[in-house]
């Protein structure tokens, strides 16, 4: 069993929908709010998209996820975005995907290339929304997107019930139009009926997008399309560099 699944083991008490801790007191909602009144919180005002989408574990495809990811655009060829499991105030963070043009991908060695997926299919199936956005007004966005490949962390699974971020990071693959790769009715259903959207009707409206035919794919990425294999981190001690003896 790789570490990144192994059963977390004891946790504190709760339900599992906000980490153990407790209640904030009238202190520190006040510090809160006078920090935000002081500070200028750059890179969080620098997030300009918030992105509805879904996830599948590397190591487990038979575990999918609905993702929320708020995206800071670096450049034309370079996208981070801070994943959350929900878009609530109290959305709890579980990861982070960095976003790369296809040009930038072709110069990673095969060996990186494998950690990454394609968005094509993600976009082009209607997967992946902004909500509450136009489509004609995001369209642009998404035909550039289409040839952008991404690799995703998941730092906390709270779909196992996970109260805390356990053990460590797991890759994610995206939604594929294949076997383990196809996300589940009733995800997409849950996610439609939230923003009063149709996948099905967006896929259509989609038809004429362009996106990189399978084909023109690199094959390192969506590794598990061409090998049926995925990537799992394992943790083991190891001698660490020091500057002095120990101890």
């Avoid at 504190?12 to 200028?40: F, L, N, R, Y």
């Avoid at 982070?96 to 997926?117: A, D, M, R």
């Avoid at 035919?213 to 020091?242: C, L």
Wanted: aromatic content about 8%; some cysteine; proline content about 7%.
């Amino acid at each position: 069993m790789a570490s990144s699944d192994e059963n977390p083991g004891a946790m504190p008490p709760g339900d599992g929908s906000v980490p153990p801790g407790k209640p904030m007191t009238v202190g520190q909602h006040i510090i809160d709010k006078g920090a935000q009144m002081m500070q200028s919180l750059k890179p969080m005002k620098k997030m300009s998209q918030h992105v509805c989408t879904f996830a599948i574990y590397s190591h487990d495809m038979t575990r999918q996820i609905h993702t929320h990811h708020y995206v800071t655009r670096l450049n034309q060829d370079f996208l981070q975005c801070a994943v959350y499991d929900s878009d609530d105030s109290s959305a709890r963070l579980i990861g982070v995907e960095y976003i790369i043009s296809g040009g930038i991908f072709e110069s990673l060695s095969p060996e990186e290339q494998k950690l990454w997926h394609s968005h094509a299919h993600e976009i082009k199936s209607g997967l992946w929304v902004n909500p509450r956005v136009p489509e004609m007004v995001v369209r642009p966005e998404l035909e550039n997107l289409a040839k952008t490949y991404g690799k995703f962390w998941c730092t906390w699974q709270t779909d196992r019930g996970d109260k805390l971020p356990m053990g460590p990071p797991a890759l994610m693959m995206s939604p594929q139009e294949l076997d383990l790769g196809i996300v589940k009715l009733d995800l997409v259903k849950k996610r439609d009926d939230k923003y009063n959207i149709s996948t099905e009707a967006l896929k259509t409206a989609r038809a004429e997008l362009a996106v990189p035919e399978a084909e023109r794919i690199n094959p390192q990425a969506d590794y598990w399309k061409q090998h049926g294999k995925g990537f799992a981190i394992e943790v083991e001690s190891t001698e660490m560099k020091k500057i002095t003896a120990f101890p």
